[in-house]
């Protein structure tokens, strides 16, 4: 059997639909589990998910990761919901479908699996949400898109300690480094030695062997992505939105320029959106004429 590059849920099979026409079907009904280390009802319960989906490399190393620390309960999206932001699925009725004792799939968004994870699966709430390993940066503006923040945010909302990480390093190598980081912030939360209340963090690592860790503000990352315009195969025009490389800005002190020059950056998020250098000198509108 050719070894797996990113083994990290613990795969086994069980007969789910026992089939006698074709044994070899159920081959392939996987059921995912990691390590259970810890049964004790005690034990702090952590939260994970991602907006990659279920299936992606990042979300299997983070849980393995954490799965010492105490009960990891992964609910994740069937599939991939990058940039889909806070969105609730409002008018759609949601599914869970369980892969293993502690981890499940739910057809909604990132925020929807947040909700439904802490509020229902988890019964009540967990000590901790770890949304990621995302594929890619989320980075200035990316923090407003991304499903895997939101997902940390929504955590932060249900006043849950709560972090999200994204990294443009792929290899596996990476991404076990990200996820022990992930490992060592979640065990200071967990401790009470590092207090995150009111505030989300989103953490973004660099290509390559981080130099060491910035805590950083936003930076300015704007896109301007093309919108292309092609023929269906029943002659309707339909449209996709295209890539649009990024018109970064890496200001010293940015979560920009943190990764840019080799380090970790960990930015903290705030809830309120309020512009107050704008509000204190904004001219005043009023109902004058209306
Ligand atoms: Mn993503």
Redesign the pocket.
């Known amino acids: 059997m050719a070894r797996r590059r990113h083994p990290t849920f613990q795969y086994s099979i069980i007969p789910l639909a026992p089939s006698t026409d074709s044994p070899r079907a159920i081959d392939f009904q996987l059921v995912v589990e990691f390590p259970r280390r810890f049964n004790n009802r005690l034990m702090p319960r952590i939260l994970v998910t991602n907006?990659?989906g279920i299936h992606s490399d990042g979300i299997k190393f983070l849980a393995e990761a954490l799965s010492d620390l105490g009960q990891v309960v992964v609910v994740a999206p069937d599939r991939?919901r990058?940039a889909i932001s806070r969105a609730l699925t409002l008018h759609l009725p949601l599914r869970i479908t369980r892969l293993g004792k502690d981890v499940h799939i739910l057809d909604g968004t990132p925020t929807d699996c947040v909700l439904v994870g802490a509020q229902f699966i988890m019964k009540r709430p967990p000590a901790l949400v770890v949304s990621g390993i995302?594929?890619?940066w989320n980075l200035g503006e990316d923090n407003a898109y991304s499903?895997?923040v939101s997902a940390a945010i929504q955590g932060t909302l249900l006043n849950i300690p709560s972090f999200a990480l994204s990294t443009i390093d792929m290899s596996e190598e990476a991404f076990r480094r990200a996820a022990r980081l992930a490992r060592k912030i979640a065990a200071e939360v967990l401790a009470g030695k590092r207090r995150l209340t009111e505030t989300t963090l989103s953490i973004n690592f660099p290509l390559g062997e981080p130099r060491g860790v910035l805590a950083t503000r936003l930076g300015v990352r704007r896109y301007q992505p093309e919108i292309l315009e092609k023929t269906d195969p029943r002659g309707r025009k339909y449209y996709w939105i295209g890539d649009g490389k990024p018109a970064d800005r890496p200001e010293r002190g940015t979560d920009v320029w943190a990764v840019k020059n080799g380090y970790v950056s960990v930015t903290p998020l705030m809830l309120d959106w309020t512009d107050r250098t704008f509000l204190k000198r904004m001219k005043p509108i009023t109902l004058d004429g209306v």
């Open positions: 907006d990659d991939e990058s995302n594929r890619g499903g895997t």
